[in-house]
Every structure is written in C-alpha cells, then in structure tokens.
Antibody, heavy 128, light 108 residues
Framework: QVQLQESGPGLVKPSQTLSLTCTVS??????????WSWIRQPAGKGLEWIGR???????NYNPSLKSRVTISVDTSKNQFSLKLSSVTAADTAVYYC????????????????????WGQGTMVTVSS | EIVLTQSPGTLSLSPGERATLSCRAS???????LAWYQQKPGQAPRLLIY???SRATGIPDRFSGSGSGTDFTLTISRLEPEDFAVYYC?????????FGQGTKVEIK
C-alpha cells in the first residue's frame, strides 16, 4: 500500500528557508487523481494545512502562508517538496505530508474527500 | 476562510460510554467536504469519516458521523480503551482546508 515519508533538516535557523521532501512509496505519485499536501502541527496545538500540489504542478496555498510557501513535485523521484522561507520560531512544528483522496459512489457520483494517507511526521525546530 | 469550532474541548468519559463530539462551522459547509480524524500522542492523524457520514476503510462501526450545513457530529457509540485520543474535524472550501482545534476524549 502507499506510504509517505518526510525527510529534511530537523533544525533551521531563523530567517532561513525550511526545506522538506515527502517520498511516496508503494505506488506512483502520478497515478490517480490525488492531491499531495503539507500540514503542520505545533507542539500541543492543532493542525494547520500549508498547501497542496497536483501532479500537473498546479498548487494552492494557505492564504496566511502563501507569501512564504513553495510546493513542488518531482514525478521521476516520486517525491514532492515544501519550501518555507523566512522562518521564525512560530514555524516550529511537526510537519506532515498527506494524500488527499476523492471518494466516488456508484455512477461516479462524488461522495467526499479527505486526507487518507499521512506520513509519520518530522519535527522541525527553528532556533539559532 | 471557514472557521471550525469544536466542542467540548475535553470530554471525560469511561470505557463503554457514548461520546458525542460537535463541530460547528462559521458558514455552511458541503457535507461532501467534512471529515473527522483521530490522533493519538506521537502519531499522525488517522482518517475516520469523510463526506460527513461515511466511514473510512477499516474504521469500526461504533464511529459514526452526521450533520449538515454548519453543525456536524462525531459519535462513538461505546468507547473502547483505544478510542481515547484527540479528534479533529476538517473542511474543504475555496481551494483551502481548515481544521477544528480538536476535542480530547480522556478516561474519566
């Protein structure tokens, strides 16, 4: 089955750029109509969606982070990546990659969508 | 941006009891775009419910979702020891996803 794995530095200095990669295994990132997202969670707090990418390269970002976020995809490596610039301590969090799936009933009737597969998460600390 | 408000913040219950969790949206949400997740300490969230009421693959039938418009509910009919966790609702709208702040279900 499809699995996701985040990787990247666990420590980033303030004002620098946070860079993470999510590797998709057990299936092709290009197969099916999936969106690939980044979501983060500060310690003891809730979940915040950062942005998503489709394998065509089309992206959408959280308006509150849009000016600092870039998400890209490398289909040849079965990976997608996150770059978050000008980081501060407020960006310290566990970062998850996740797959968004659409669900369809009989007759291809759309019934819902959700993040059905998540990576285990990677902790990123912003500190000098 | 649609804001999701979950209540209560913490629910203290005993195994075998019924849990009712609420998720209220600041504006109407299409039921197709409302989902619920369970998260245990140190783990990634796990999808429970999509489309407001459809259980994800492998989710026990003691979990059920309902609601429409601005009010949605996750019900756990009889709490099992493994159900004590934090639960999040999530919605999609205007090319963006938002999550509620979570409800913690703890052992009484």
């Amino acid at each position: 089955q499809v699995q996701l794995q985040e990787s990247g530095p666990g420590l980033v200095k303030p004002s620098q750029t946070l860079s993470l990669t999510c590797t998709v295994s057990g299936g092709s990132i290009s197969s099916g109509s999936y969106y690939w997202s980044w979501i983060r969670q500060p310690a003891g707090k809730g979940l915040e969606w950062i942005g998503r990418i489709y394998t065509s390269g089309s992206t959408n970002y959280n308006p509150s982070l849009k000016s600092r976020v870039t998400i890209s995809v490398d289909t040849s490596k079965n990976q997608f990546s996150l770059k978050l610039s000008s980081v501060t301590a407020a960006d310290t969090a566990v970062y998850y990659c996740a797959r968004r799936t659409g669900y369809y009933g009989s007759g291809s009737y759309f019934t819902g969508e959700a993040f059905d597969i998540w990576g285990q998460g990677t902790m990123v600390t912003v500190s000098s | 941006e649609i804001v999701l408000t979950q209540s209560p913040g913490t629910l203290s219950l005993s195994p075998g009891e019924r849990a009712t969790l609420s998720c209220r949206a600041s504006q109407s949400v299409s039921s197709s775009y409302l989902a619920w997740y369970q998260q245990k300490p140190g783990q990634a969230p796990r999808l429970l419910i999509y489309g407001a009421s459809s259980r994800a693959t492998g989710i026990p039938d003691r979990f059920s979702g309902s609601g429409s418009g601005t009010d949605f509910t996750l019900t756990i009919s009889r709490l099992e020891p493994e159900d004590f966790a934090v639960y999040y609702c999530q919605q999609y709208g205007s090319s963006s996803w938002t999550f509620g702040q979570g409800t913690k279900v703890e052992i009484k």
